[in-house]
């Protein structure tokens, strides 16, 4: 895994954990608006893009920004929930 200069808080305290690529730049630019919206409660996901990938299946897409939020949301809860072994979705 390439560490970049961006980091996210999780695995508990004084632990970080290094992210990357688009999910770098928005913890850097945006994580402030986003933690307010999702401790006031008004955080809300965006509609999912259908794509239609070479093969002709078709894929749906959320934006960075969910999937940011997604991910850590994904690891407070692996601490507490078990993870499907049938989850595909990887973030």
Sequence with gaps: MRRL???ASGGGPGRRMPISGRSATIGRTRKPRING???AGRFRCRLL???TKADGSEADL???R???VLKGLALVLA???PVSPRCVVIY
Excluded: E, I, K, P
């Design 5 to 7: 200069a961006g980091y």
């Design 37 to 39: 919206a999702l401790l």
């Design 49 to 51: 893009q259908r794509v």
């Design 62 to 64: 959320c934006s960075a």
């Design 66 to 68: 969910d999937a940011f």
């Design 79 to 81: 601490r507490v929930l």
